[in-house]
């Protein structure tokens, strides 16, 4: 089966200090998305991106957050500095051309970051 | 921005009984998308859907696109434990849209 694979599956850092998550989209798919699930939340869209291009990043905060491609088998979300409030678990989904062109998402298993 | 309503927030029923959650949303979809998810895993698609009054079934699973475009249901037949879970609705515009995702069912089935 193709999955999209996500590093690490758990993290616990201090406040203040550097994190970054690492996703490995399904080969061929060409969209990328960023989702941060939490209780009160739900799941919220961080970023997400089409053949490497950023579309949308407009859920992320710009002043801590940053997502990038660097090649289409890596997307990486970093936080700078992390704070208490980054507690979350972050997806990473890859997508495929569904009917009518929709994007069919299929999720990682996540990363369960906790700053402490 | 487009906001999803799902409900019911959460549902404990016995083995064997019948679940419907639904979602509406106060804008129109093109596309709606119904998850499962697994403690400690990501969601998992369950059903598509891609056009307005289509109803599809997968297994026990069936669902329908709203013919407004505003809402979609899902249904599971004869429950078993294994449906434990939360159940996410997700509606999408177009092709280079965000998938718009609701709060999530959680489901709970008593043996």
């Known amino acids: 089966d193709a999955r999209v694979t996500q590093t690490p599956r758990h993290k616990v850092t201090e406040m203040g200090q550097e994190v970054t998550m690492r996703c490995q989209p399904i080969?061929?798919?060409?969209?990328v998305f960023w989702y941060r699930q939490t209780m009160m939340q739900g799941l919220e869209l961080l970023a997400y991106?089409?053949?490497?291009?950023?579309?949308?990043d407009s859920g992320m905060p710009k002043d801590r957050f940053s997502a990038e491609m660097p090649d289409a088998t890596l997307a990486t979300l970093k936080i700078q500095p992390s704070e208490p409030r980054d507690s979350a678990v972050y997806f990473c989904?890859?997508?495929?051309?569904?009917?009518?062109?929709?994007?069919?998402?299929?999720f990682g298993a996540g990363s369960r970051l906790t700053v402490l | 921005g487009q906001q999803l309503n799902q409900s019911p927030q959460s549902m404990f029923i016995q083995e064997g009984e019948d679940v419907s959650m639904n979602c509406t949303s106060s804008?129109?979809?093109?596309?709606w998308l119904w998850y499962k998810q697994e403690p400690g895993e990501g969601p998992v698609l369950l059903i598509a859907l891609y056009k307005a009054g289509e109803l599809t079934s997968n297994g026990r699973l069936t669902a329908q696109f709203g013919i407004t475009r505003k809402d979609s249901f899902l249904n599971i037949s004869a429950s078993i434990p294994s449906d434990v879970g939360i159940y996410f609705c997700?509606?999408?515009?177009?092709?280079?849209?965000?998938?718009?995702f609701g709060k999530g069912t959680l489901l709970t089935v008593n043996p």
């Open positions: 989904a890859s997508g495929s051309p569904g009917g009518s062109g929709a994007n069919v998402l299929t």
């Open positions: 080969l061929g798919h060409n969209t």
């Open positions: 997700a509606g999408q515009l177009g092709s280079n849209y965000k998938l718009t």
């Open positions: 991106f089409r053949n490497r291009a950023p579309l949308d």
């Open positions: 804008s129109i979809f093109n596309t």
